[in-house]
Each structure stands twice: as C-alpha cells, then as structure tokens.
C-alpha cells in the first residue's frame, strides 16, 4: 500500500476479525459490542450537532421537527422515523438484519440520553468545535458498526433499494432522500444551518477516516471487494 493509500480516506470496508459472514441475525459477543459501541458512538455524534445548535444532519432535523410538532422527545421521534423507513423497505425487498434493527433502537436511544447529558456551549467556537467532534464521532461509530457486516441501517437500505429497484445511480437517489428530507425537517421547525452544511459536506470523509481508523486498529485487509464498497462513499 502507498502513501497516499495510507492518508485518504477509505472507500472499502476493511475486513476485520469480528465481521460475521453469513447470516446477519447471528454473532459473537465482541461483534455485538463493537455493533452496539458504534451506533452508540453514531447516536452520540447527532447529539452534539443537536446541543451545538447551529444545524443537524439531515435526518436529525426531521426528527428534531417531528419533536417540535408532537411533543415527542427527539429520540423517540427518531425511532417512529426508523420504523416507517423500515416499512418502506418492503416494497423494495431490502433485507434487514440485527444490525438494522440495532441501528433504529440505539441511536435513537444514544441520541435522547446524550443530548440531556452534553454540554451546551455558548461562544461560536466552541459551538463549531463541537459540531467538528459530533461528525468525527459519527464517522468513527459509522467504521465499528459497519464493519460488522450485520446489516444496512433503515436509511442506507431505503438508498441501496431505491438504487436497485430503479437504477438511478447512488449519489442522486442519497442527494434527492437527504435533500427531501431536510426541506421537510425544515418546515417543521427543525434547526437547520451551518452545522447542516458541516455535516453535508465532511461526512463522506469522516466516514472514510472512520473506516481507515477502524482498519488499521484491527489490522484488517482494505481491499474487500466491490460489493463491500460503502455506499455512501461511491460516486
């Protein structure tokens, strides 16, 4: 591996000793915890947007409105949130797996715990500072979970079955769900500004140096092959 293949951020999943092969219901104990460790990590990254309050992610804001409208907690919000896009999969004939069903449950959980547990911080920079480690934070939890190979969350599995089913390439079908989504966040009452475009424009890196991290900590190979390609991170 060159240099410049150390550096950049990853555009494979790396294949490490705790990713299960087979079914996606079934694991190991170790897989379990690094599942549940980055989806917590994940959820914990949304909070910090939510406490920073300059702008969430795409989907938070959703949620964020949805919380506004009913009075539900935004965690809560964002599990109902989960459930429908799982609803939605049925037509696309996506398959779910212990890992997807964890995803809905423990960063809604991690999201609503965290959020009252953070700090609040008032000047600028530290505001921006925190809007910096939450997508640190998500793309690290996004490189543990996703290399246990236990299944798309709700959101990945809505983008990869509308891909499938329609042809319409990845990016634009990403763009078109994230964009649809926050407009909609939007008009609820949801907090959209510069931490949205933070968030829009370096999650793909972070989550490619979540993956590199990840990697190298297990030793593991990253050239798994095109199947094994984020979607997130293709073009």
Known sequence: ???????????????????VEGSRWRTGPVTFVILILGLWLFGTGEAMLVDAALGNAPWTVFAQ???????LGIGVATFFTSVVVLLM???????????????????????????????????????????????ALVG???????????????????????????????????????VSVLAVGWLLGGTVGIG?????????????????????LAGAKTDAPRDDVHPELEA
């Open 1 to 19: 591996m060159t240099l410049w293949q150390r550096i950049v951020p990853s555009r494979t999943i790396p294949r490490t000793r705790w990713r």
């Open 65 to 71: 409105g949805l919380s506004v409208r009913t009075g």
């Open 89 to 135: 999969w049925i037509p696309l004939r996506e398959r779910p797996g212990l890992g997807t069903v964890a995803n809905a449950v423990v960063i809604a959980t991690a999201l609503q715990v965290m959020i009252a547990v953070l700090p609040n911080p008032e000047g600028l920079v530290w505001r921006v500072g925190q809007v910096l480690l939450g997508i």
């Open 140 to 178: 690290i939890g996004s490189g543990l979970y996703l290399t246990t190979n236990l299944g798309p969350g709700p959101r990945d599995g809505l983008m990869t079955g509308i891909h499938v089913r329609t042809g319409v390439a990845v990016t634009p079908v990403r763009l078109g769900i994230e």
């Open 196 to 216: 949205t475009l933070l968030f829009a424009l370096l999650i793909g890196p972070s989550v490619g140096y979540g993956l590199r991290l990840v990697g190298w």
